[in-house]
């Protein structure tokens, strides 16, 4: 999957818990994004990173929080999980400079929240 | 085409045959289009991309067509094999902020 590695690949948790997925990627690309995939929604996008310690927000933000200290790692953590943030979670990479185009997804993580 | 609810559309073909997968897009500032491929417990793999300043462009036996007048998007994929049996999603984007916006996928089955 386009050097891109998720961990962990399934985590159950408790409602209540702080979890922490993390993306590492041996590309060297610029741009990483988080999505999850719910049925009946599709892909939609948490956070996005342009950058060393550039992060910015997506279209489902809220509960989340990410964070970039080095190029190829971009971690995100529910700090208090709750239910409805039961998903599977995609990492992605950019190809290109331009934000949002051609992007290759790691393998995703299964979280379920109890 | 894009799903509604929680059920996929499904595209049952035969091996061999050619399949045509449909995606409607509402935004009309949309430039660039992709086609993904997910195979059941795997991340969406890159298929073929186009941008809004062509309307055809053809990869291994992979074609995308694009029709900006009707804001419709499509892939032909040619001579389907087993392989094929996957949920196919296009994405769109503008370049804006929001990045790519992607639809809901359509199931496409391979029968024998």
């Known amino acids: 999957d386009a050097g891109i590695t998720q961990s962990p690949r399934h985590k159950v948790t408790e409602t209540g818990t702080p979890v922490t997925l993390r993306c590492h990627q041996t590309?060297?690309?610029?741009?990483m994004y988080w999505y999850r995939q719910d049925p009946g929604h599709g892909l939609r996008l948490i956070h996005y990173?342009?950058?060393?310690?550039?992060?910015d927000k997506g279209e489902v933000s809220d509960g989340y929080s990410v964070s970039r200290s080095k190029t190829e790692d971009f971690l995100l953590t529910l700090e208090s999980a709750t239910s409805s943030q039961t998903s599977v979670y995609f990492c992605?990479?950019?190809?290109?400079?331009?934000?949002?185009?051609?992007?290759?997804f790691g393998s995703g993580t299964q979280l379920s929240v109890l | 085409g894009e799903s509604v609810g929680l059920h996929l559309p499904t595209l049952s073909v035969q091996e061999g045959d050619n399949s045509i997968i449909n995606c409607a897009y509402s935004?009309?500032?949309?430039?660039?289009f992709i086609w993904y491929k997910q195979e059941s417990g795997k991340g969406p793999q890159f298929i073929i991309d186009?941008?809004?300043?062509?309307d055809k462009r053809q990869g291994q036996r992979v074609t995308v067509l694009l029709n900006k007048t009707v804001k419709h998007l499509s892939l032909q994929i040619a001579a389907t094999q087993p392989g094929d049996s996957a949920v196919y999603f296009c994405?769109?984007?503008?370049?804006?902020?929001?990045?790519?916006?992607f639809g809901k996928g359509t199931h496409l089955i391979i029968q024998p």
């Open positions: 992605a990479i950019s190809e290109t400079t331009g934000i949002n185009e051609k992007l290759f």
């Open positions: 590309e060297n690309h610029r741009y």
């Open positions: 990173s342009y950058g060393v310690k550039d992060t």
């Open positions: 935004n009309s500032a949309s430039d660039y």
């Open positions: 186009i941008r809004s300043n062509m």
């Open positions: 994405a769109e984007t503008g370049g804006g902020a929001d990045g790519l916006t």
